[in-house]
Each structure stands twice: as structure tokens, then as C-alpha cells.
């Protein structure tokens, strides 16, 4: 029997690939069957598509399906597998277009499809993977898992495009961040952790309260992921750092920095959000240091995990309980080792 992730020791579950070892079966399963889809693209393009479909990402997309799906025995279900690999090739869809948005030169270690392809190319590939996920959502037996991959496509690519067209704006309210991320990142773990409960057999309570912890989850992974764009190191992180500041995203660390510098400073670093001067990349982060960002976006980040928490919360004993209540442990361990 496994500890339940509450009570095991903060060293083993300081990164994904810990806790993600539980499912290892699923994710051998998982690339088997992306890998197999390659067949259904066109020749000329199977290795464009191959180069996206890699296996050195966290995967944590197909994880929230397994872990929210999860049964006694653990099991490995076709079903999982197959909405797994729906999330995650919208999820490598949505990674090709920002790339291309913020002119990243690394993901994963290595060239962005931008990068190897070219913008125009990759562009298409993009929608070549967001096509062939709602190919393979559409060949379940209801219309239910079609019907919610869509919604949630449609809604996180309208998160990623007002993100498009507010950049190199200054006018952003907190609000406005709010309501991107909720789109763009939350909305994919939050229809994850959904269909892998229902699909799990779960019943509608924990899959409503299984979405409620993705969403959660999402948001604090999105802000996380805004810090480490000044605090990570490109080394551990694998992509390319700076980027927010450079192609004019005005994220959180951000918001809170331009919110405490005195007026003058604000002024300058606006005219580095809006294009109008080259980004100070060191000088900012020194400010960020200065004026306690890091902490307060930290503040933020805990805040949405304990939402995340409660939700699970509610079902006590639930075999998927104790494998989902460990992400909230490793994003904490990840911020950490921002520090």
C-alpha cells in the first residue's frame, strides 16, 4: 500500500518525476500510443510532428488524467490513455504557438519547433496536433469527451490570443491576468483532472471537485511558471528565461513589480514593456529582489494550492485522493528551489 502523499517526506516529492513514477505505466502506454498517431499525419510532415511529441516533458497534463481516473490495482485503462493523449497534444498545440509569440529559441532542453522549422511552418504544425487531438476525442463512444476537449480548446486558445493583443500594453489590471491564465493554463488541468475522474468511474461530486482541484492547480502553476521566467535558472528550467519582459507579457512578478516602483521607475519600465527601450532583464529582477516580489507571488501561488487541497478534501479514502494531493507538495518544492 502507498503512503498517502500528505504524509510523505518533502524530499520525495520535491520534483514530478517522483511522484509521476507511480504512473509510469500510463506514461509507457502513453507514448506508445502517441507515437503510434504518427501514422496519421501526412509523410511530409511525421517528423515535424515527432519532434514535438517528445518524451523529455513533465507530462503533467496526462498525469492529472491518470492520478483523477485512478482505481484500486492501478491498472492501466485504454480510455485514460487515449484522453491523455488528447490533453497533451492540445497542450504541444498550445507550446508551438507560444513559442512563436515570444520568439523562444529553447523548450525542453533543445530547439523550439519555431526555432527548427521556422514561424510559418510551425504555425500550421500547431494546428495540425490541435486537429488531430479532436480527431482522437471524437472516436469515443459519446459525444461527452469531444464536446469538453473542444470547449476547452476553443477557450484556451482565446486565452492565448487576448494575451496576443495585450501585448506590449501597459493597461492590464490584475484582473486581466486573472482571467489568461484561467483560460490559457488552468482550463487544460482543470478538463484533465474532469474527464480522468469521469472516465474513472468516479462519479459527478468528485469529478466536479477533481476539476476544482485542476483549476486551482493551473492557476498556481501558470504564476509559478511567471516567477521562474526571472528567478529559474535556464539550465533547470529548459526554456528560454526573460522572455515576459522582452516580448512585452505583462505577468504578475511584473504587475506587483511596476505597483511598488516609485513613478519614475514605473515610467521606465513601461517603456521596456511597451517596446519603447530595450528590456533591463538584471535591473529588474535586482528590483524584484529589492521590493520582496518573489514573496509576494509566492503568497499567491500557496494561496491557490490550499483551494486546490480543500477540494480533495471533500472525498476522503478516494484511491485518486492521495496521488493528486502530492502535485500540490512538488509545486511547492519547485517555487522553492526558485530561492
Not at 509510469?24 to 501514422?39: E, G, I, K, T
Not at 476539476?211 to 528560454?240: H, P, V
Amino acid at each position: 500500500m502507498q503512503t498517502p502523499a500528505a504524509t510523505l517526506p518533502a524530499a520525495s516529492v520535491r520534483d514530478f518525476a517522483v511522484v509521476f513514477a507511480r504512473v509510469q505505466p500510463h506514461m509507457q502506454a502513453l507514448d506508445v500510443f502517441l507515437h503510434a498517431q504518427l501514422a496519421a499525419f501526412e509523410p511530409e510532415i511525421r517528423e515535424m510532428a515527432d519532434y514535438c511529441i517528445d518524451t523529455s516533458g513533465k507530462r503533467i497534463r496526462p498525469a492529472l488524467v491518470f492520478f483523477s481516473g485512478w482505481q484500486a490495482g492501478a491498472t492501466v485503462s485504454p480510455a485514460l490513455v487515449q484522453v491523455a493523449a488528447v490533453v497533451e497534444l492540445v497542450h504541444l498545440a498550445t507550446l508551438v504557438h507560444d513559442d512563436i509569440m515570444d520568439e523562444a529559441a529553447l523548450r525542453r532542453s533543445r530547439p523550439t519547433a519555431a526555432k527548427k522549422y521556422g514561424p510559418e511552418a510551425a504555425v500550421l504544425l500547431g494546428d495540425a496536433l490541435f486537429a488531430h487531438a479532436l480527431h482522437l476525442a471524437a472516436r469515443f463512444p459519446t459525444t461527452e469527451v469531444c464536446a469538453a476537449v473542444s470547449d476547452s480548446t476553443r477557450k484556451v486558445c482565446a486565452g492565448e490570443i487576448v494575451q496576443t493583443l495585450r501585448r506590449r500594453s501597459t493597461a492590464i489590471t490584475r484582473a486581466d491576468y486573472d482571467r489568461v491564465i484561467d483560460l490559457k493554463t488552468a482550463e487544460l488541468f482543470r478538463v484533465s483532472c474532469s474527464l480522468g475522474a469521469r472516465l474513472g468511474g468516479h462519479g459527478d461530486a468528485f469529478a466536479d471537485d477533481a476539476a476544482r482541484f485542476g483549476r486551482s492547480l493551473g492557476i498556481a502553476y501558470q504564476i509559478y511558471d511567471d516567477l521562474a521566467d526571472f528567478f529559474g535558472r535556464e539550465t533547470r528550467i529548459g526554456k528560454t528565461l526573460g522572455t515576459d519582459l522582452a516580448s512585452g507579457k505583462l505577468t504578475l512578478p511584473l504587475l506587483y513589480l511596476r505597483d511598488r516602483l516609485p513613478a519614475t521607475e514605473r515610467a521606465e519600465l513601461e517603456a521596456e514593456l511597451e517596446g519603447r527601450v530595450p528590456a533591463r532583464l538584471a535591473q529588474r529582477l535586482a528590483e524584484m529582489k529589492a521590493f520582496s516580489v518573489f514573496d509576494a507571488v509566492h503568497a499567491e501561488i500557496e494561496q491557490e494550492l490550499v483551494c486546490a487541497e480543500a477540494a480533495l478534501a471533500r472525498h476522503p479514502g478516494l484511491p485518486p485522493c492521495e496521488h493528486l494531493a502530492a502535485l500540490p507538495l512538488v509545486l511547492r518544492a519547485q517555487v522553492g528551489a526558485l530561492r
